[in-house]
């Protein structure tokens, strides 16, 4: 609890002390005889001790011409009651009052530091050895790309980088949701934001601090506050509408009956006196009053919906906002990338065809080539090429999405793609009959063979399609730039309900968005692609998801939702997430706005009192944020 909590815990306990016999002797079930004013000036102590912050907050908004909030309606109903001689229930109402929000500021800052601790990749320190071999602690900030930071056991990791001396396992739970520890030794990249576990690690930087993945995802979940989802938008607009409605609709109760029946002196005959009649239609539009209190509503959406953004980035799914969760919760089609999304994305090398130079060659010039993308390709031949490239024999390197890379390797031209890029520079080439996606290479304008690369499925691809069938997505087509054959054979082994193959990056766009209009009115459509090459699509998509991008700003920036590690399964998580979410959502909206009628209803009828209306009020109140912090506890979906 805060400070201000636990004042707020004190004023609530010594009113209620004080209220307690108040009330029993108010009401006749303690005899002991005091005057009218008596009592009123007793009952004001635990009055004003739990409730003046809530007046003075009115007066405020009266003052700042923001009247109609909250606590304008608590303080009219309770002045009200209170003028009009029912002091015990004036009082009352603020008590219950106070201990609902009491209760829903604890819990709305249990769910925060829930999810702040669950994000808790912020590093404080990065090490770096000093010049006499010690260690020093500085700030993160501080260090340059390419320094040497020392991380030991049991702290975080500060910055990404590759390690260059020491083995270890890694905890990249905070950041992937996955909490099998990852062994790590030299050469293996680390991510800041995980924990190192057992070794000391040696590890050159190769991001600054800002541009590291921490920093990123701490950014990403910061902002995401402000991507409202509708309902949201919704619920405050409401708010502002609705508040003054009631408040009018109160005074009209207070007024009208009584006005109609002096006028008429229809019903005016089922009260003693004109005056009693007043009196009992103002005490009703009291009750009304707060009966009407909109705060379970207005608490408990955004509360859900921050709970379920937490939730999802405990297991590893950044959602960009609330607005996309809702969104995603409709999602009836998914359009997949192949290569990184749906494959591993890392190549073997099956066969070299050459001619005229040897096997070697063909792969060296390839590699040399492919030396600056990141395109898995690329860093499957350079893989398998095996040599460290000294880039200064490469040079003028143009990567053409969708078909290859040129380049001038020692000088000489060297094209290396597939055949649309032989085609478009103008060299025959040889057709393979191999299974796999085919890798042309052209040296000076001539044809020098083709490499036969062959990437596998990710092992739950198959699994991840049927997990999506049973969250009720409809669709699922892969689009992808590599051959037909290729791409059949993959869309058949996992289960894909359609494929579109040789598509350009820009064909990618088109393709989604004929999908985005033979879906319409048919729920939303996703696109989940690794961020290379297909940013266009992820941001023409009703809903972009990456995957595995932790790597990829390109992927961070355009996409709606980043999938911290490659797991296809995620996806359909994701979407079993929101639908909770948003599930949770309407079952509030409903609940609270049925009690609501109901009693408004009866208190209309004269039926409910005060004490039932508070009542009503804060248990819905307490409901809902119970039901709403739900969403946090998505691991089992
Ligand atoms: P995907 O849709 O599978 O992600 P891309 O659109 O990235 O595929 O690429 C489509 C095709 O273009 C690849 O199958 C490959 O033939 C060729 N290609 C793209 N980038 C490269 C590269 N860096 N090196 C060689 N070939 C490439
Ligand atoms: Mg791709």
Redesign the pocket.
Known sequence: MTKKQKNLLARILVAAVFFVPLYLISEGIVQVELPKWAMLALFLVPYLTVGWDILRKAALGVKNRRVFDECFLMTVATVGAIALGEFGEGVAVMLLYQVGELFQGVAVGRSRRNISELMDIRPDYANIEGEDGNLQRVDPDEVETGSVIVIQPGEKVPIDGVIVEGASALNTSALTGESKPMDVTVDDSVLSGSINLSGVLKVRTTAEFEESTASKILDLVENAAANKSKSENFISRFARVYTPFVCYAALALAVLPPLLGMLTGLGASAFASTGAMWREWVLRACTFLVISCPCAVVISVPLSFFAGLGGASNQGILIKGSNYLETLSQVRTVAF???GTITKGSFEVTAVHHNPIDARQVLEYAAMA?CH?S?P??LSLRRAYGKPIDQNRVSDVR?I?????LAKVDGADVA???ERLMNRVGVPFQHCHHTG?I?HVAIRGEYAGHIVISDTLKENAREAMEALRRAGVERTVM????EERVAQAVAHDVGLTDYRARLL?QDKVACVEQLLSEGRGRGKLAFVGDG??DAPVLSRADIGIAMGALGSDAAIEAADVVLMDDDPLKIAKAIRISRKCLGIVKQNIIFALGVKAVCLLLSALGLANMWVAIAADVGVMVLAVLNAIRCLFVKKL
């Open positions: 990338d192949k290569t492919e993308s395109h390709i690329s990567e999405s969708g078909h290859g890379i290396v793609g597939n996606t890798i689009l992808t730039g590599d990056p290379i090459n």
